[in-house]
């Protein structure tokens, strides 16, 4: 079956402690991104990758790591998470990154930050 | 630069009535559109697209027609269901910034028996 799996799907975590939450697509996708969402606030893209080495910082990159080291993986790392970063996450793929390619996404990861 | 406004929620309606959520856009040339759904506990998955002006894209008795001469591709649907409570998303790519899917706000969905 395709699709983008997430771990885990969720985490409560203590201010200052590093955490990597995994994302894998198996569609062979050359795209992928991570958005997170909050209330009243949508959608936001973190981080987004056009292929395998090749990463870029999207609207809300601050205190978030990326690395794409395969073309499945994504991980999204928070080397010192904070309260502000607790929100619901989502990793997503797409064919590439051509305007009419739509997005394919995974089941989401709500992080809590105390 | 490009962005998609969409109506607020939360919408309410009672199991078979008319549905119609409103967006519209604003994109630097001719942006692709996309309406997603998120259901409770879940990730977006696209519901329906459309790529050039007057395209109409429909899935599961969803509808929305690309209008460039008024940048809307508001979603319609003839009789909702209670399976159909979820939030929705409208969404565009345009071919300039990188082609970014910006998404609008979302509109939740509520359908009562």
């Known amino acids: 079956e395709a699709q983008v799996t997430q771990n885990p799907r969720y985490l409560i975590t203590v201010t200052g402690k590093k955490l990597t939450v995994t994302c894998s697509q198996n569609m062979n996708h050359e795209y992928m991104s991570w958005y997170r969402q909050d209330p009243g606030l949508g959608l936001r893209q973190i981080y987004y990758?056009?292929?395998?080495?090749?990463?870029d910082k999207g609207d809300v990159p601050e205190g978030y790591k990326v690395s794409r080291k395969e073309k499945r993986n994504f991980p999204l790392i928070l080397e010192s998470p904070s309260p502000n970063q607790t929100s619901l996450y989502f990793c997503a793929s797409s064919l590439g990154a051509g305007y009419a390619y739509e997005q394919y996404f995974g089941p989401g990861t709500r992080l809590t930050v105390t | 630069g490009n962005s998609v406004t969409q109506m607020e929620g939360p919408v309410t309606l009672s199991e078979e009535a008319f549905l119609t959520i409103n967006c519209t856009y604003t994109a630097t040339g001719y942006p692709s559109l996309f309406w997603y759904v998120q259901y409770p506990g879940e990730g977006l998955q696209l519901l329906l697209k459309a790529t050039k002006a007057d395209d109409k894209g429909s899935n599961k008795g969803f509808e929305a027609t690309y209008r460039k001469e008024t940048t809307s591709f508001h979603l319609e649907k003839g009789s909702v269901q209670v399976s159909d409570s979820a939030v929705y998303f409208c969404?565009?790519?345009?071919?300039?910034?990188?082609?970014?899917?910006?998404f609008g706000a979302g509109t939740r969905l509520f359908v009562k028996a």
């Open positions: 990758s056009m292929n395998v080495e090749v990463t």
């Open positions: 969404a565009l790519i345009a071919p300039t910034g990188g082609f970014k899917t910006i």
